[in-house]
T-cell receptor
Framework: NAGVTQTPKFRILKIGQSMTLQCTQDMNHNYMYWYRQDPGMGLKLIYYSVGAGITDKGEVPNGYNVSRSTTEDFPLRLELAAPSQTSVYFC???????????FGPGTRLTVL | QKEVEQNSGPLSVPEGAIASLNCTYSDRGSQSFFWYRQYSGKSPELIMSIYSNGDKEDGRFTAQLNKASQYVSLLIRDSQPSDSATYLCAAYDYKLSFGAGTTVTVRA
């Protein structure tokens, strides 16, 4: 099993550009999450999903969108990138609520 | 606003010593607690989970939970240079809330 995979690993965007961060898990987990981690800070929840077709906002959803059309995939969309979105983004998944979350390797995004 | 607070680091300990990490949480509804280890430039990985009051031991790691005091701790015994990392405390109610992390450096 590959676990949770994310692409790309690194990306530099210009202000106002858009992009999609990809996340795929092969553990048949229902729950998937997107976090951002700023230097010296913990992880902040952006969006989460409890199953295909169901998504909900986390703590810091502004400027992002998600979709969940399959159990495996949970892409994160950035529209109109801003310097404040410079961060490391982690995707995670878990079997059920309250279970251990498995993290992907992260995407380091810089917006200039 | 659910908050998880960790003792500020960095924490430097000599090899073979005990590293003690502390964490408090504000939400009394929190049911599950996790300690994640994060090496520099890497993703978090789970090292301990604890759900009920008391101690839980796994190898060189011991987690302690006191729900009345809203306090979670992690002890690392016989610290090794490979334990040098940032340790994230997390509390789960209906979402997982993370602390900012404590960076541990083990001196050889």
């Amino acid at each position: 099993n590959a676990g949770v995979t994310q692409t790309p690993k690194f990306r530099i965007l210009k202000i106002g550009q858009s992009m999609t961060l990809q996340c795929t898990q092969d553990m048949n987990h229902n729950y998937m999450y997107w976090y951002r981690q700023d230097p010296g800070m913990g992880l902040k929840l952006i969006y989460y999903s409890v199953g295909a077709g169901i998504t909900d906002k986390g703590e810091v959803p502004n400027g992002y969108n998600v979709s969940r059309s399959t159990t495996e995939d949970f892409p994160l969309r950035l529209e109109l990138a801003a310097p404040s979105q410079t961060s490391v983004y982690f995707c995670a998944s878990s079997y059920s609520q309250g279970d251990e979350q498995f993290f992907g390797p992260g995407t380091r995004l810089t917006v200039l | 606003q659910k908050e998880v607070e960790q003792n500020s680091g960095p924490l430097s300990v000599p090899e073979g010593a005990i590293a003690s990490l502390n964490c408090t949480y504000s939400d009394r509804g929190s049911q599950s607690f996790f300690w994640y280890r994060q090496y520099s430039g890497k993703s978090p990985e789970l090292i301990m989970s604890i759900y009920s009051n008391g101690d839980k031991e796994d190898g060189r790691f011991t987690a302690q939970l006191n729900k009345a005091s809203q306090y979670v701790s992690l002890l690392i015994r016989d610290s090794q240079p490979s334990d040098s990392a940032t340790y994230l405390c997390a509390a789960y109610d209906y979402k997982l809330s993370f602390g900012a992390g404590t960076t541990v450096t083990v001196r050889a």
